[in-house]
T-cell receptor
Framework: GAVVSQHPSWVICKSGTSVKIECRSL??????MFWYRQFPKQSLMLMAT?????????EQGVEKDKFLINHASLTLSTLTVTSAHPEDSSFYIC??????????????FGPGTRLTVL | DAKTTQPTSMDCAEGRAANLPCNHS???????VYWYRQIHSQGPQYIIH???NNETNEMASLIITEDRKSSTLILPHATLRDTAVYYC??????????FGTGTRLKVLA
């Protein structure tokens, strides 16, 4: 149980275009989902917290107009990188928390999406 | 949220126990300690978590000191597939995970 998927697993786009990444919780409903970014040889950095039906909360330094997050249902959150530039190339990982679990802090991570902006 | 200190890297012989320490001396009373691992180019995988008592599951054991300032993750019989970066993460119900640099465990054949 507690499987999270991401689509696509990798994407290459041209500078200036927008890219949408989907995060789905396959076998549970997640009130809260999270988006992380990981640069090569670095640790994961939390970008934003996404709650179903409400606006996402962004971490300091993350541009909310550039990284659009939509959490329209309890099983789907999307991250759209708008007007992507080469410096946005990174590994993007989502996670989902189970609202009904006894241990409410547990997060289940997706496999990640590697974005390369040319 | 508590800060953590972990060794940068460790080696372990295949079949032997891997003991991965984590110092979280500033942990507060309501913070759980979570352990995850990340195999290269994959998302982190949940391993185990605990509050005060030692915990064991099919993957690992977690030993938490009585003062809760440190913990040790034990992989009882390491295999090559356990090669990964291991993260300990104190968290207090805010859902906010702060990933440190972790320990890069290399299991040697």
């Amino acid at each position: 149980g507690a499987v999270v998927s991401q689509h696509p697993s990798w994407v290459i786009c041209k500078s200036g275009t927008s890219v949408k990444i989907e995060c789905r919780s396959l076998d549970f409903q997640a009130t809260t989902m999270f988006w992380y970014r990981q640069f090569p040889k670095q640790s994961l950095m939390l970008m934003a917290t996404s709650n179903e039906g409400s606006k996402a909360t962004y971490e300091q330094g993350v541009e909310k107009d550039k990284f659009l997050i939509n959490h329209a249902s309890l099983t789907l959150s999307t991250l759209t990188v708008t007007s992507a530039h080469p410096e946005d190339s990174s590994f993007y990982i989502c996670s989902a928390g189970s609202p009904s679990g006894v241990f409410t802090d547990t997060q289940y991570f997706g496999p990640g999406t590697r974005l390369t902006v040319l | 949220d508590a800060k953590t200190t972990q060794p940068t890297s460790m080696d372990c012989a295949e079949g032997r126990a891997a003991n991965l320490p984590c110092n979280h001396s500033t942990i507060s009373g309501n913070e759980y300690v979570y352990w995850y691992r990340q195999i290269h180019s994959q998302g982190p995988q949940y391993i185990i978590h605990g509050l005060k008592n030692n915990e064991t599951n099919e993957m690992a054991s977690l030993i938490i000191t009585e003062d809760r300032k440190s913990s040790t993750l034990i992989l009882p019989h390491a295999t090559l597939r356990d090669t990964a970066v291991y993260y300990c993460i104190p968290t207090s119900g805010t859902y906010k995970y702060i990933f440190g640099t972790g320990t890069r465990l290399k299991v040697l054949a």
